[in-house]
């Protein structure tokens, strides 16, 4: 509503803002993910058009993009990803953000909800352990990201494939 709203509003800021958010939210799915969102795929590769490399062209990255993949739920930080790919942790950074597109935290952010949305989808695991298995300790704190990325309470969402 209130991009609907910020993009009918006479204020100057209000043309920049909604072009801007909406490049941002059409970019990420298909430079990250050129299958349907939902899809349970292994393997990773930025969309056509997209600017980010291969993972696969740093192994440093590729390691980390790995480790993300297979422990999900795993307290991950900058830090502990950098120790796995054997880097600093700045140079890990700017490596991550350059072979991926974006940064560490916000690439784990993601992929913790591809998951999510597939648990709910295809499993009767309660929200709690939906939550518990991309690494969320609280139930409200995964319901808060999940409502950022998908739109939609948890679920509503499960509530929504189920119709």
């Known amino acids: 509503m209130a991009c609907a709203q910020s993009s009918t509003s006479s204020a100057p800021s209000s043309k920049t803002a909604t072009p801007r958010l909406q490049r941002s939210y059409l970019r990420w799915p298909t430079r990250f993910y050129p299958w349907s969102r939902d899809s349970w795929l292994d393997d990773w590769g930025p969309g056509p058009g997209g600017d980010a490399q291969e993972p696969s062209s740093d192994p440093a990255v590729a390691t980390a993009v790995e480790r993300i993949h ?18 600093s942790r700045s140079a890990f950074a700017r490596r991550f953000a350059l072979a991926v597109g974006e940064p560490p935290g916000a690439y784990l952010a993601h992929w913790r909800m ?50």
């Open 70 to 87: 297979a422990e999900p739920e795993r307290a991950w930080t900058v830090t502990s990803l950098a120790r796995e790919a054997a880097l």
């Open 114 to 163: 591809t998951i999510a949305g597939r648990l709910l989808r295809d499993s009767d695991l309660n929200l709690a352990a939906v939550a518990r298995r991309v690494g969320y300790a609280s139930e409200f704190a995964f319901a808060k990201a999940f409502k950022r990325d998908y739109g939609m309470a948890p679920g509503a969402y499960r509530r929504q494939l189920a119709a």
